[in-house]
């Protein structure tokens, strides 16, 4: 490798551990032609900012964002913060020419992540939005096998994307509880994900229908007293895909038992496909083709160097985790920046994503099915 | 036993097999007091009513229903036939004083089943609509569970009836597949199952939301020519529950690979439940209020002499198979009539279920959320 | 049907009751020429075998099972009962020119097998083990799929049959566990099923070296003293088959948690193949043929038209139950006795089973590797 | 962290690549005292060396491990070589006073591994053997909840470790299967690990007896000619434990499917267990004291903060992968030299395993039960 790629990430939360696994550990698994480094790491806090650069291992810290953009040596800005902060800071680094990855969902609303997008693509700078289980080897097998045709037509898509942290009453108030940082809740963190591998998947939605429930509206604020929750706890809606398939989508942060049950289902003309990122190693393919005697699901274990992504790591059958698919993504990302390949998902599929997010709400308010915008 | 409980059923196809077993085997595994006689099978065609009566164990065929309801010697008349002769031959027996057990869905509509109904009642007869499932010991299990409180206040209820014989365009017709016969496709075949699992396990639906499509209109009608198809192929729709709950259906016959897919998830405070029909004799089952270190999903098989009529058959581990939902069912009518005590499912789930269909029917022709009507 | 084939069961127990399930339904699904006749039930307690008879729907009673050997009226007489009465009643009933279905194992000692064997053949009459599980459409799939040679040269075998209802100590005793009527405990009761499927799928045995171990010696008697326990509670061996493969074999009553699961694994060359009875409709196959990509072990779920056995039943996903298992092997056998068709499993598959049983034992005897007599 | 521990890693295959990612790593996810500095990688080609030290990230290289023994820097010498290197190199380096961290099996023989651990123990070193499955937090949690006694005493212990890498006659040979450089094929590589497994969880095996079958004995050699195989495909064996339990065992690298299916199973008195790892996040548990209407199964998901290891990563449900068991062994190791606390496994524990290992060798030979003889 020669030349680096300087990497100031804001954020010292969750995402920001894992997106600096990523980029400590991409060179060792991926050929880029440059070597990633981990320069600067933004926190307000800066005891924990400090523990954060020495664990996470950022060369610098900094307490405000606007000097990672500042920098002339940084280059590319990775914003893993609340929602809230996502276009301002994301329009600030494309206009200093930073390339940007953003966490996901990208923006508040619609109206901000098109903005985004327009400034990302007058800057002329690369972008990228964090829609990391594109990239793990058996959803993009998913992707690979539908392109191919193996499945005919789509008919229909059902996903699910459940989780329970919230469903104990007592569970403390965050800044996803708030609609004022987050935007959305279990719609926004949960739906966004499945919604962005819908449209990968099957393709664009035209319209949809949806509920959205609060099930518990004040929580502990962590200091004694109480905090409102402005934001969902749980999403379902119905979508009718352009092509003609059917679709179900449901969110929720009170399914009891879910862990991290992100499962969707696929079935068209000549075969089906099923996922859940809790055996997230696995894709369950059946093909309408074969002989009815022998039909079946097969658990196909994309741990196969003929599968995407796996060759770069263990023999098969030794399993990967979720981080991995971060990996992937930063990866493909960092290369994306050093040869001009394209690069998806980026700001465009961020906006595809509330878009169709928007319309949801707008569906909840409106109590009827709403067309979904285009991006243009 | 003393004495005898005289049946007679209307239909000679994949019904009326199933029901003839349960009725040949009831007295051989569960409690009566009286032996059902299989005393009457009617049927138009000759030649397949006297194939069936001397497969199944018929005493006596006729060709026309009018004579299973004249006939003083049967109590009993058990309609497994389409749809669209539910409500004449439910009320000429009912008037006659014939007991009634009735396919689902109850009726073409809910005014129908509410008129079916109100005979029943106002003629004193038991009835019964064959909501087979709530039979299974581990959905009875399920109703147990729920009943006690393990699951504290119930979040979420998620259901689909999948199965996939119409995924091949080349499918022949059927009269399921003629609105005039059937009333709903997939929705009144399917959904009608769910949606009384739903009313029975989680309680009543407010409102509905729905979509419904016809993937492929027109079919080999057998003949060498086409006939048109006049259901839907598949319908989806979301529900508020009264008591708070959320709640997703599907029903497909287009869902490549799902033989009798019925799966329900059930998310409450305190607990989960999960089961499908595939793999019927299990339930699995979340208690939150265990240790986290050792929570999961638990696979009960529900072979047990604790579990609900599993005793009455093999030692635990030694499965039941999908036609024991019958036999439990007729079981436990031929009981109710003989000791009068209570029996559900009757018409009035048969008319709450339909009342469901319909409001969803509903919506999708109005395209916005539709009130479910009560049932008074 | 024209004419009858008139049954005597000895036997009031469990056998019993799913043996008279089989006899009364048999002629329901599959193409008989002769109606069976539930003619003698035998028992030595009168006022059970009264009420077996009744329940079972037998036409008469009899508390000598010479009785039925005697009766000119029986064709078929079916050995219910403990293992130390099999050699005596089969040779009565052969020499009295009776047709004879034993349970299984055939008997207590390989030499008493064989001589069951010599006097059936010598008497000319028919003859059959109850080897249920061949006769489960996943587990005759599998030998199609063998026999068709989708899995290549067999390498692995590999079985277990676990149960755990004596992982209690105080469990009560029962013959079961007393080796002058039971013979074997786990070893005849569960390994017999397990060696006899390895025998059909895989082919003959050369070689075994194996253990046994009984963990709890008394058990309460059920009338407030104790029994001693004579059998063994678990016995595990290793097999070398003619044919090169390598064998595992397990059967415990003491595998805490499984209920009754009987558990194969098949690796070849060119496949695999997978069945667990607690999910009996189910065979999973795996097919190194295939590419990579898409390989992996699919759930054929074996409930189509194309499948073994259950075409004659309901739809395809309309799963079976344990039960089926023995109304296909009566119909068979019966169907066998009309037409003089060959039938399998017979007295000389109950031999073959009966040769690997005995040199397992005669192994944890020597503590060395033992070979397998020949059946001649 | 204050001060480091420089490391020299001696192999650039498989192995070197997954310590390599746990060295670089260790640091950012558990609490060390000292750096981890990834010194020096040897390995013999230079250019194969070169390269997997830039890309694996170590500061230096060299071409004879005798440079990593005399070098002073270096404090903990790892092991990733063929096993007919592990004695002489950790000899070595123990002489030398370097820590050795050592892959498995640990010697060519029980006798080699006890000189190895003889000279350990004198030379006051820190060792360990690289049996990384027990640094996997279901795995762990197994260890746990059998220390407390919820699954009392055990009864079966049932393991086999399964792939089928060789399954294809045409699968080329390689220093793995020639018996001069890894002693002991699927025996040594697969059973090794489950023989640890087997005697951390449940315990000392008195005897075994074994069968060992090379399927193909002469393959590829990749240049054009044929090697022979010296070592076994598959190895089964039969166990008693000294707490007498059974056991069964299986490795092979020709079970097609199993692509790495290391599986265990264990009942006892009051609970049972199940583990595979290609599902390795999951933990399946049976209690049997609780009442048996809800006895089952349940699938634990060890990535809660209260299972072993999993806090330290990601929330809950955002699963671990293969080579997280070696960042934790690694982990751990580090930390116990840093600390001087007990660390297992060490050579101990190896030899154990090779006691093992060699007497069902002897078994094979002899075809009768063997004594494992004793550590000491």
Redesign the interface.
Known sequence: MQGTTAIALVGSG?MA??H??AY??AA?FFELERTPVLELIVGRDAAAREAARS???WNRGAGDWRAAIADPAVQLVDLAVPTDLHAELAIAAARAGKHVLCEKPLAMTAAAAREMLAVAESAGIRHAVAFNYRFLPAVA?ARK?IAEGR?GRI??W?A?Y????L???QAPASWRLDAARAGYGAHGDLNSHIVDLALWLVGPIAEV???S?T?VDRRPDGRGGEAAVSVDD?T???A?FQG?A?G?F?A?R????????NVFEI??????LRFN?????ELE????DE???????????A?????PFAGA????????????SHTHLIAGFLRAIETGAPFAPDFSDGLRCQLVLDAVAQSVAS???EAVAGIA
């Open positions: 969750f551990k894992v600096s696994h400590r550990n060792r664990r996470l291992g097998l096998l499945l008919r229909h059902r699910r459940l989780q329970d942290w469903h104990d009453a229908v949806g509920d429930r099930f749980a379902t809606f119905l009718r003609g059917m179900t449901e929720s009170f399914a009891t038992g879910a862990k991290n049950r079935e068209g003309e000549r075969g089906a990122l809790e055996r997230l190693n393919l059946f093909l309408a002989p009815a005697e022998i039909q079946g699901f097969r658990t196909v274990l741990t196969e160097p003929e599968h790591w263990w023999p098969p059958g030794h399993v990967l985790g979720w981080e991995h109590g009827r099915w």
